[in-house]
């Protein structure tokens, strides 16, 4: 079992839904990433958290540290929208590894 | 102005030669980073260095070597290239490492190199 795991892997909604993609974890950590990653492979650092809520245009990004659990939501999205978007936590032991989710593909039709 | 750039952006080369991929960032960071993305999309940490140190090295095979000659370049070097090698390669940069360790403030990441070893 991967100690990031994302939910869904895939995802397919129309233009303007409300968008929710999760990820948990199973090791303790000091901060979780969230990252976009476009068709053309560039990747661009979405938000760092380390405890609570953080929002930025139309996205907003949660943490819940004793659920070990964190959300990105995109309000009212849009086809540019679509890209992968990644989940990776920051945990403190040995030599402060970062462990990466797989990834949600995320598709926004117009 | 790209904050972090990657140079070549594609590289195809033989089995068994040796190739380097040069990494730049003008955001004034103290921390780089060099990711390897698998053919299943996972992001792999190879290095970080902060501050001309490195302080991560996963296991990596000591055919790949990060030289750093100031702190806004960590060039990735990697001798006797084989198939496996071939993947995507991230650059990335942070402000700083922070009290909860590297990796804990907000990257950057370059465009990539996608290496083919054929």
């Known amino acids: 079992k991967n100690e990031v795991e994302q939910s869904p892997q895939n995802l397919t909604a129309q233009e303007g839904e409300f968008i929710t993609i999760n990820c948990s974890y199973s090791v303790g950590i000091s901060a979780l990433h969230w990252l976009q990653q476009h068709p053309g492979g560039g990747i661009v650092s979405l938000f760092m958290l380390s405890s609570g809520k953080k929002k930025h245009g139309r996205l907003i990004a949660t943490i819940n540290i004793q659920e070990k659990h964190s959300s990105l939501h995109i309000t009212a999205s849009h086809p540019r929208d679509s890209a992968v978007y990644i989940c990776?936590?920051?945990?403190?032991?040995?030599?402060?590894?970062?462990?990466w989710g797989a990834g949600t593909k995320l598709i926004i039709k117009p | 102005d790209t904050a972090v750039s990657q140079t070549p952006k594609y590289l195809v080369t033989q089995m068994g030669n040796d190739k380097s991929i040069k990494c730049e960032q003008n955001?004034?960071?103290?921390?780089m980073y060099w990711y390897k993305q698998d053919s299943k999309k996972f992001l792999k940490i190879m290095f970080s260095y902060n501050n001309k140190e490195l302080i991560i090295n996963e296991t990596v095979p000591n055919r790949f070597s990060p030289k750093s000659p100031d702190k806004a370049h960590l060039n990735l070097h990697i001798n006797s290239l084989e198939l496996g090698d071939s993947a995507v390669y991230f650059c990335a940069s942070s402000q700083d490492w922070l009290a909860g360790g590297p990796g804990t403030d907000t990257q950057y990441f370059g465009p990539g190199t996608r290496l083919t070893v054929l």
């Open positions: 955001l004034g960071h103290d921390t």
């Open positions: 990776a936590v920051v945990s403190p032991r040995g030599n402060y590894q970062l462990i």
